[in-house]
């Protein structure tokens, strides 16, 4: 059951702020990323490709393959140079791109209310 109230999962700032030991192996991580999605599914997921730990291309992998969080709208802030391999991969699974220092923080706020709106309609059309 979704909350009441909008909350987005920023991963990156999650894993740097001691979101995970450095005892833990990618996979101890990533699972536990993913049960905490699947218990609480947030609005929207922010997520860097390049995290300690694992790749955001994992992540996002991890989160297509989960039921409760497969509908999740993810977009993508990170400094990566995305090879045509790489749009490939995330083809279809995210909703956005967004380059780093490529937007203001005016910007991206606005792009994160826009993706939140349209998932609350396109969930509401459900």
Do not use: Y
């Not at 920023?10 to 990533?30: F, I, K, N, Y």
């Not at 609005?43 to 390049?50: F, N, Q, W």
């Amino acid at each position: 059951m979704r909350h009441a109230c909008l909350w987005v999962l920023l991963l990156a700032a999650w894993v740097g702020c001691g979101g995970a030991s450095a005892q833990d192996t990618a996979a101890q991580e990533a699972a536990r990323r993913a049960a905490v999605i699947a218990q609480s599914p947030p609005d929207l997921v922010l997520l860097d490709l390049m995290m300690p730990g694992m790749s955001g291309f994992e992540m996002v992998a991890r989160l297509r393959a989960q039921p409760a969080a497969a509908g999740i709208p993810v977009m993508i802030v990170s400094a990566k140079e995305l090879t045509a391999e790489d749009v490939l991969t995330l083809n279809g699974h995210i909703q956005r791109f967004v380059a780093k220092g490529s937007i203001e923080p005016e910007g991206l706020t606005n792009a994160v209310r826009q993706m939140l709106g349209q998932s609350k309609t396109q969930g509401a059309a459900a």
